[in-house]
DNA sequence: TCCTCACTGCGTATCTCATACGCTAAATAG
DNA sequence: CTATTTAGCGTATGAGATACGCAGTGAGGA
């Protein structure tokens, strides 16, 4: 992942580099939308090699998928520097998403570690520096970003598996309010019988536009707290 | 899940109930402490059947997850009912994270839809329910209920997943901070270079309490933000 | 120049799993 | 009493990860 492999003297070049085979993989799991596409043959296949010249490269199959969720990630965009924190951070949440939702299966990413790979830690600069100008203290502005990748993280991991079940089956999502009316007793869960009859789960039509709508109101709440924060701070 | 099943007639007494077979499996991955024990074979063992016998009662494996998902949340304890909205929705999180920290495999689990097996509903209700002396409306409510879910959910897929590797090896999260200073270089990452600099990962000898803290840290951030939604709201 | 050995690629084999298929026996409806 | 539905299960299949050891390569040292 970091390249830190002393470049070895003796035996044969290597006809396989670590960066094609991680390519390889997730352009399998996009082509096939689908994280379980990924076998180590069928990457072998791709890049054009036998299945165990794959395990000179890496030690195993969830060694790949580490690999994958770091690379799948690009770069991120640099902020634009005029912005305030609040402005920043908002964009940096979007873009976030916007660079999951190019590939569906990375919410289905066994998770490894604190967030490690060069990538993930542009990301974690990026969102840092827009808290730059605040004059916050290091540690507030770290536990500030956590919170915010915490939420982030959730989103991916709600909101991404719930579109795909959306674009495979739009009607269960459809009648999920219909569905919840006939299951549930209003005596044992008053609150929720009660959101039922207001209607609130009729209009799921919109599915993908929902999501977002809700993943922004709960982001500036969020953030409103934080500037809450920063006022109390200075 | 909702044994909408109308009881058969004819054939043979089932000797086996689908409840057992859920909480075998649920028992298997906390002995293990590893969701990739449950194999089918190993859950027919255990409840003294068959592999093959389980599919009469779950589709496939992937359905027995789903229906694992949703037992291993016990049912939620019944919020005080003289708490204010913040205290309940604070209290509220806590007793997720303590539920399913009962099962570190939670975070592997695959996501599946939206919350609706009977206990995810039953928290779901129990959240709203703290909201309900508010006079919000209740579309807010179940944004605000949502975001918090989000959180949390990020919560566990992160916070419990590091829990589970620096149980397994904590020397890799000692050097955390040591480690990223000797990979990162300050004239690309400047601000995440600042933040070592200062020394926020030096000490994270004490992990639990330290997830615990910045957990809170994040949620008492996104409470803000709905007191003050709140207030101008009303 | 030639030998040595670390290193790459790969063929084979093994082991674990999920699950399709079809048979047998149970129990009830008519 | 018989037809029909259903539970349990034995067998077989096919996918997949990966351990093991062989064979060829080519730089460093003699």
Redesign the interface.
């Known amino acids: 992942m970091?390249r830190l492999r002393e470049t070895p003297r003796r035996g044969p070049k290597p006809t396989l580099a670590l960066d094609d085979i991680v390519r390889a993989a997730i352009e399998i799991a996009d082509e096939d939308k689908d994280l379980a596409a990924v076998s180590m043959a069928r990457v072998a296949e791709r890049v054009g090699n036998s299945t165990m010249a794959l395990y000179r490269h890496v030690k195993s199959k969830d060694e790949l998928l580490v690999l994958m969720s770091d690379a799948a990630l690009e770069r991120p965009e640099p902020l634009p520097a005029d912005v305030d924190w609040r402005t920043g951070l908002t964009i940096w949440a979007g873009a976030v998403l916007t660079a999951v939702r190019k590939h569906r299966w990375y919410?289905?990413l066994?998770?490894?570690?604190?967030p490690a790979g060069p990538n993930n830690?542009?990301w974690?600069?990026?969102a840092?520096?827009a808290?730059?100008g605040t004059g916050l203290?290091?540690?507030a502005?770290?536990?500030?970003v956590?919170?915010?990748?915490?939420?982030?993280?959730?989103?991916i991991?709600?909101?991404l598996?719930?579109a795909a079940?959306f674009a495979d089956n739009p009607d269960?999502?459809r009648q999920?309010g219909a569905t919840?009316a006939r299951?549930?007793d209003p005596r044992?869960?008053?609150?929720?019988a009660?959101?039922l009859d207001?209607g609130?789960f009729d209009d799921v039509g919109n599915f993908e536009q929902n999501s977002d709508q809700?993943?922004d109101?709960?982001?500036?709440?969020?953030?409103?707290?934080?500037a809450?924060?920063i006022e109390r701070v200075s």
Chains 1, 2 share one sequence.
């Open positions: 970091w919410a289905k066994p998770i490894s570690g604190p830690l542009a974690f600069d990026s840092l520096g808290l730059s203290p290091e540690e502005k770290v536990g500030i956590m919170g915010l990748m915490t939420y982030v993280q959730g989103e991991r709600m909101g598996d719930l079940g269960i999502f999920y919840l299951v549930i044992q869960l008053p609150a929720l009660r959101v207001a609130v809700d993943f109101f709960g982001l500036q709440l969020y953030l409103d707290g934080v809450a924060f």
